[in-house]
């Protein structure tokens, strides 16, 4: 068995891989901490692999990390030595947190257990990112791979063609500090919001924008493809991120912009500041899908093929991928379910397996897509000892699935919002219905309720809608380049029926991160339910409460209960309700 | 109010919330690690109780913080992060995974006692315990007395009084050596930062003679990457 790790620099995570090259489990650190992105080295994802899959560290081959660590160390230095002695505080930082960087995975990996001594090998970090794609990719050989994120283990972007998955070629990098990930995290800070975590609101605000000559000039000045270089270019003196441990935006960024927003203030649409944060954002959306657009171009030129993957954190900005896939060269386009750092955890243990199959399967080789829900889950023992929480505080409703979601049917008419911890998880970020919180999509006092009582969320950001195939092509203009990435929310589509644009799940623009659910899943049958009251769309939100991870079982859905005016909790236990305090 | 003191105080606030934000992932851990119905159910509505205190120091704070300009504040988000950072949990697991379920309860029992006390300094600086917010937290502080009796009760049910005599005195201690390490890791960072910035200023040379532009992958089979490279 294979066992991949991403962890220290914004997502950790394990996956392991079989011996035949399947996902048998995956495991964000952030789930089981509970704390929020957590960068820790993965501890407890790892033993709850082991216990969960049925083995112990005899029965790992390989431990595979997901970046190269003294690269990813040493490049940011060398960068900011070339900028000293501005950057004279981001070095001693960095000094200074040596043994908290990966350069420590050895030891950690270690201290696991003795008998991993000898097995731990590195992945390159872009190439975890391909192989993860890859792996929820149909095709896979000649396919072109564009990888784009803050920073790897060398690079920011890459190009490569993927011959087979044992033959990936490099073609085109972007070395760092250039970034398209990083330059999109500078205005997520500038506007307030948290590095590596804010930027999808973002993307939800830059719908909100209309076009700004004066910021739409600055922008391109910042970020541009060059094309007789055939690379991108960044103005280095807007950006702090390669110098500063603190901040990400210099002062000549904030003067040309105007004052950054006070993160305590809240973003209201009615606020005299709002609409200017939302031109800034706007701008940097339409730069940022500028520079992709070319990426995109040139991997065309260099590859020659109209099959892509696309992975690295700034492949979850789902507003870009309608453009990308309007290409005219573009017939299909991969983005694996969690395309950040999380998920190349998924293709470290790839990476394990493909190598150990070497060279006896060098082109008959091909990776087994994934399910959506990959996360092994297994609440009977917390359910016995949650017993006397239950009979104090919930009624069961009903303790089998038919019945359970009868009633539930009945609740989500009645604009009641349900949570539901069901199953095996999603690999995140997007919870695809068992980890979620659902309610009439139809309805928008539902729908407010859920996203103001529940996740207490900014006024401006969208909720997506959940739906089956035949009710989103009847009311959205749907990429069939996209198909497989609506089955995990990862693009946005166009409502082009007046029945979606008046759906609460609608944003400003008129566009919905839909879901298309898969057949036979929980969100199918709970639709097919909901007929009955002609219901074909539910919001879908994942079940936490603001700033908490996803929750990952039994105690985390009920204590969102708790903490929130949830009421109804949809269990492999059967429909439960809070009983009033 | 001078700037200065406006900072202490949202420090205080800050600081608080992420104490309470760590204690509640602590109990969130421990009703996972119980089979015990009852002990879950304690653990539970502790964790409930903490996460609420978070959110109430985090409601004063973002209403104390307005006011500033968004650079002046930054120090001042919560980020999850930051427990660990900030030593309110720690990345080698929780209480619950390392310490024998006696010392856990005890742990509890004086540190809910201590936090209370704690809490006194915080109703002094938002104008007493008539005030909005000191009304607020006294209830705060009514929660932690009760969480003090639960753990106190439940461990007298298991071990002598004077077994939970001699743990609030090692528990206390702790505490006490606790802030100690912490005023002096404050002190020590004082010193060592010049230090680290003088190191820097060093190590430039070196880094400018590191060429990474050798490690470049242009057209090659990223397999054919030497697995037990770190570069």
Sequence with gaps: MYLGISAYNHESAAAIVSNNGILLDFSREETLSRVKCDRSFPKRSINKLLRDCHCTFDDISKVIFYERPLSSYLHPLVVAAKHFPASRALIANQLRNFTLSSTRVYSDVLSLDSRLQGKLIYCDHHLAHTLNALTYSAKQSNVCSIVVDGFGDRSTASISLIHSPSDVLELWCLQYPCSLGLFYTAITDYLGFAVNEGEYKVMGLAAYGNFSESYSKLFNQLLFWNDSLKTVCCDLKFFNYHISPLISYSELLADSLGPSRNHFETLDPSSAEFQRYADIAFAAQSTLENVLVSIFEYAYSLCQTNH??????????????????????????????????????????????????????????????????PTRSDQSHQHDALSLLLERHFYRLADDLESSLLLLSRL???????????GDSETGPRALGHRSLICNGQSHTAVQRLNSLIKKRSLFRPTAPAMKHETAQSHYVLHQELMPVYSSMSATALANSDFAKSLPTTHVDQTARLQIVENGSLLDKILDNLRLYNISIIANSSLNLSGDPTCGDLVDGLMVCARSPLRYLLTDFGLYQKRAD | MKQAALHREL???????????????????????????????????????????????????????????GHNIRQYRFSPGGLYRKGYISPHGFLIESLPHKNFVSFVYTNELLAKKSFENLLKLVGGPESVDGLLISQIMQDELRHHGHAKEHFLSHYSRKELSVCQFRDTLANKFRRLYDANLKILDRIFAPLYSLIASGAVFILIAIKLTDYQRNNKNLFDISPSSVL
């Design chain 1, 308 to 373: 892509f993957v696309f992975s690295g954190g700034v492949a979850m900005n789902s507003a870009s991928l309608r453009r990308l896939a309007s290409l005219p060269f573009v017939d299909s386009i991969v983005v694996p379910p969690s395309p950040g750092d999380a998920g190349s955890s998924i293709g470290a243990a790839m990476y394990g397996f493909i190598r150990a199959s070497l060279p006896s399967a060098h082109s008959s080789l091909s990776l087994v897509t994934p399910s959506l829900f």
């Design chain 1, 412 to 422: 989500i008419r009645e604009d009641h919002i349900i949570g539901i911890v069901y």
């Design chain 2, 11 to 69: 420090s205080a606030f800050c600081e608080t919330a992420y104490a309470e934000f760590g204690s509640a992932l602590e109990m969130v851990a421990a009703a996972k690690s119980t089979q015990s119905p009852k002990l879950c159910y304690g653990y539970f509505m502790h964790a409930k109780d903490e996460y609420n205190h978070a959110a109430i120091f985090l409601d004063i704070l973002a209403r104390r913080s307005k006011p500033f300009l």
